[in-house]
């Protein structure tokens, strides 16, 4: 099966090779399509990130990578690189697509913001199977037990229909033998990520100021049963995620006919408080 590889930690991330490996471990035809650089955060963007808005793609073989794959490195984002896969410019279209192995958690509804993620939406919206992977921890150094899960996951997500569902893991940063198993597991109402620093130009002084925009565990609500709380009590959490759908259920929209101007006016003046969320600051 033509597999295509992607992240949004970089080409030379070691989770990166060590999805690669597992992939050839399953007899698959590898292509690992990186970006150049670390885009976490850029969820299943578009947006071009070359001055002259043209993607530039090269030959490439990092350290760890299976010496039957073959690796392009891109000045693109993660799901930029799966349209290109869909259009045919690396050659065969893909069946699947396996996103990560990430550098950290992707947990809880946060994953909204994810490159990982969202290179495995835009896969399962354009009708490939697809699944991501991260590896929980600030450091994680345990990816021979993330590529042993992403194995052994990978089996049998190849088994499944291509209904526009993604498979998100994520795996603790343990041994596999003190792995507590696998459970299904809901969206934490956050959860957690990673995202690239933001640089600042700093008034008065040549340098930036870099703003780390890294969400951690403690905005993320403590809710039994969910991703989030199973993967830090050392379970392999697995969730079916689907990308934006629509939902009209309890809603009756009015037609434009029945809508007074002047009441939608007296809505907006009288605001209704803000609904809480787990990074609302207290007043």
Do not use: K
């Not at 299943?44 to 001055?51: E, I, V, W």
């Not at 343990?174 to 198993?181: A, C, F, I, K, V």
């Amino acid at each position: 099966m033509q597999i295509l590889i992607t992240n949004d930690d970089g080409i030379d991330a070691p989770g990166l090779a060590a999805m690669a490996r597992a992939a050839a471990r399953r007899g698959h035809a590898v292509l690992v399509v990186a970006p150049d650089h670390p885009s976490s955060g850029v969820s299943a963007a578009l947006g071009m990130r070359t001055p002259t808005e043209s993607i530039i793609i090269q030959e490439e073989h990092p350290e760890g990578m299976p010496p039957e794959a073959r690796c392009l490195v891109a000045e693109a984002t993660p799901a930029q690189m799966i349209y290109l896969a869909v259009q045919g410019e690396y050659g065969e279209v893909p069946r699947m697509v396996l996103a990560g192995i990430n550098s950290g958690a992707n947990t809880g509804r946060a994953i909204l913001h994810s490159g990982t993620v969202g290179a495995a939406l835009t896969a399962a919206v354009l009708g490939i199977r697809a699944m991501s992977v991260s590896l929980a921890g600030p450091d994680p150094h345990h990816w021979d037990t993330a590529e042993e899960i992403a194995l052994r996951m990978m089996e049998w997500l190849e088994f499944q229909a291509s209904d526009g569902r993604v498979l998100n893991l994520n795996i603790p940063d343990l041994p596999m033998d003190q792995l507590r198993g696998l459970r299904a597991a809901p969206l934490a109402s956050f959860g957690e990520l990673q995202a690239a620093d933001i640089a600042f130009p700093t008034a008065g002084a040549p340098d930036l100021r870099r703003a780390a925009v890294t969400y951690e565990p403690a905005l993320a609500r403590d809710e039994p049963g969910s991703d989030h709380y199973l993967l830090a009590r050392e379970w392999v959490t697995a969730t079916m995620v689907r990308s934006l759908t629509d939902d009209f259920a309890g809603v009756a929209l009015p037609t434009l006919g029945q809508i007074d101007p002047g009441h939608a006016l007296a809505r907006h003046t009288t605001a209704t408080p803000a609904p809480t969320t787990p990074w609302s600051a207290p007043t």
